[in-house]
């Protein structure tokens, strides 16, 4: 018995998320673009006068617009009041410190001009990949439309298992009756890209663990805290 539907066999888990390029509709690989790397920022001595030498004006002017209280950087709430869904509901806050997590890689726990770059590329990679799955244009993701994409990133879920995930980011799936005025049914952008991020993640972290890839692992209490907290 094997874990995971058409996991171990040949196009199972992970095989084409990710991979090379040009392989399919592939989500943008999950470890951010090193940029600089080296230093601090440079942004440290007050608020920047213009672009850096050699930055794109266009990155310039919309880093500028997200940074309101014009600081230098960044901040998780600065980075949500800039974020909107599709259908104009506000970016989730778990996704938006999610983000940061994955950009954040001075851990300044703020995003400076050079962070900015890869995060609003990797947005703009994964509006495209919504777009993509979101077939029927309703501005979010349903049921199928999360078969086919995790499907196409090499994540061959079982029903159970999609059902949970669906349940999981569907804000109105998961909180009973639609109240009026709420969001469409389905997984919004800001939720897709979390689910897709936690997924990568976790499938990860098992494979890991999964030496002989046989789609099976023992581990302790331990190990699988470990696994479960260190999880996005
Ligand atoms: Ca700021
Ligand atoms: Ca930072
Ligand atoms: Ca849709």
Redesign the pocket.
């Known amino acids: 018995m094997s874990y995971g539907g058409g996991y171990g066999g040949g196009g199972g888990y992970g095989g084409g998320y990710g991979g090379g390029a040009g392989a399919g509709y592939g989500p943008p690989p999950g470890a951010p673009p090193s940029y600089g790397g080296g230093g601090p920022g440079g942004f440290s001595a007050g608020p920047p006068q213009g672009p850096p030498p050699g930055a794109d004006p266009q990155l310039w002017n919309w880093f500028a617009a997200v940074d309101t209280d014009r600081s230098g950087n960044i901040s998780a709430l600065e980075l949500q009041k800039a974020l909107i869904n599709g259908d104009w509901t506000p970016f989730d806050l778990d996704t938006v410190k999610l983000l940061m997590s994955i950009f954040d890689t001075d851990r300044s726990g703020t995003i400076g001009f050079a962070e900015f770059a890869g995060l609003w590329k990797y947005i703009k990679d994964w509006q495209n990949v919504f777009r993509h ?10 049921g199928r ?1 999360l078969q086919q994409a995790l499907g196409q990133f090499g994540y061959n879920l079982s029903p159970q298992l999609l059902h949970l995930v669906e349940k999981k980011y569907d804000v109105d799936k998961g909180s009973g009756p639609v109240a009026p005025g709420a969001p469409p049914a ?1 997984i919004t952008f800001d939720r897709f890209v979390r689910a897709c991020v936690v997924i990568k993640t976790l499938t990860e972290s098992f494979q890991r663990l999964d030496d002989n890839r046989d789609g099976w692992i023992q581990i302790n209490y331990d190990q699988f805290m470990q696994t479960v907290l260190s999880s996005p």
């Open positions: 799955f979101d077939r029927d244009h309703s501005g979010s993701i349903d439309e389905g």
